[in-house]
């Protein structure tokens, strides 16, 4: 409707008033002596051009002369057309209709469409059957409503997805308006379509039309800017807050008719947020996916070399040697966890270090790992994952103490925490040796045997060689 308005920024229309004439011939009639049209106009409507605007056409549909067939006068909101003694001659008493048309405009901003403008108008004629006042009679014309053609709506319903597609419960959504529209753009009919939003001051929340676990209807949102907030669901990161309009485009032929609406919508957030997004017949059916909060953990399993749970040991890991962090331990089970809350960074090299050492333990050696995401599967340096695990999440893998993966390790899942187990083995120590085998006796036992084996061996020597000389 924009396009339609003229220069000055007014938006042009007319009113019309029809007026039967009776057949002078058929009815034996003579003419009446005196006919005027009163019309007070609406508030906010106005005549294009004073008593210019204000035309009377015969029956024949020829445009009677102003000044000399009819006069106009206007006071204020009122205009009053009075057909002179010449014009009543110059109309056709042939029982059609003869007319007087006001040629009108309103405010082009109420005319595109984004206020609420409805008006209502008639008119009075007024016909003297004879030379006297007492003679006139007044018949008043039916209501004409002039109003704006209300711009359209749109439905639009919001889907919870995860990642992967699937419906997922466990989310809120609020969905506020704050923006209304302000401004067509159009070179021709056919492409005229909002073009700008004016932000509200105070924004409104919009109730749902209605839900399900994972899903939101909002049923014949006017045209404006929308604002959607989510509460993401446990374990997953919240989606960034979604931005849209719902628009309106305007057609309608060369010459102004047959004029229709038609509803736009149009994310704006950037980057797009939205997904699937399915535009048909007024109503609009997206995705708001969420990605996995993913967080990382470990634990360690502390067993002697029967695999039995050992007390006694702790722990600590670092990635950087001055900034080492101890384990929660329960020498009952033999489970070491990492502190309440802490969770690993992805793709650093950690190192697991046993600081201290179950008595009569040997120290076991430092376990270095990493936990990577998927997308960090391919940056590791002289290996490839593999193809079993290639579609996992996250992997924890083993290293050397320079990084290079030894091995990869698929953690166990609890919707958002990934966790795997180092077992970690102390064997015991071995007692000191003697340099003589242990042949039946133990302690200092043996040794004195042997001493005395020794010693009876020399003696018996000795007496020998005596005995030769």
Known sequence: ???????????????????????????????????????????????????????????????????????????????????????????????????????????????QGFDDWKKNNTADVYTKTEHSDASEYKSTTNTVTVELKDLPTTNVTINKVDEAGAALAGAKFELKKVGEPSAWTAASFASAEISAYKTLTTATTIAASSTTDTSWTWNNLPVGQYQLIETAPDGYVKATDVTFNVGAKLTANADGTGDAYTST???????????????????????????????????????????????????????????????????????????????????????????????GYERAEDVYFKVLKQADFATQTGVTVPADLANEKVLFVKTDKDGAVTEWIKPDQNKNIFTTTFTVENKKQEPLQSIFPVTGGTGIMGFVIVGLILVGAAGALTLKRKFND
């Open 265 to 359: 919508f149009k994310e704006t957030t950037n980057p797009a947020v939205l997904t699937n997004v399915d535009v048909k017949d007024g109503s609009v059916t997206a995705n708001v996916p969420n990605q996995l909060d993913i967080k990382a953990v470990f634990q360690v399993k502390k067993v002697d070399q029967d695999n039995k749970p050992l007390a006694g040991a702790v722990f600590q890991y670092f990635t950087d040697v001055t900034q080492k962090t101890g384990m929660n331990k329960d020498d009952t089970t033999g489970m070491h966890t990492m502190p309440t809350g802490q969770t690993l960074e992805f793709n650093k090299l950690y190192t697991l270090n046993e600081s201290t050492v179950p008595t």
């Open 1 to 111: 409707m924009a396009i339609t308005s003229t220069d000055d920024g007014k938006f042009n229309f007319a009113y019309w008033v029809t007026q039967p004439t009776y057949d002078l011939g058929t009815d034996s009639l003579i003419r009446p002596f005196g006919i005027r049209f009163e019309d007070t106009l609406p508030d906010g409507i106005s005549l294009r051009d004073g008593q210019n605007s204000v035309k009377l056409y015969d029956t024949e549909g020829k445009q009677l002369k102003l000044g000399t067939d009819y006069t106009v006068t206007i006071a204020g909101q009122k205009v009053v057309a009075t057909l002179t003694d010449a014009g009543i001659q110059a109309i056709d008493f042939n029982s059609d209709m003869f007319a007087l048309r006001l040629d009108v405009k309103a405010d082009s901003q109420v005319a």
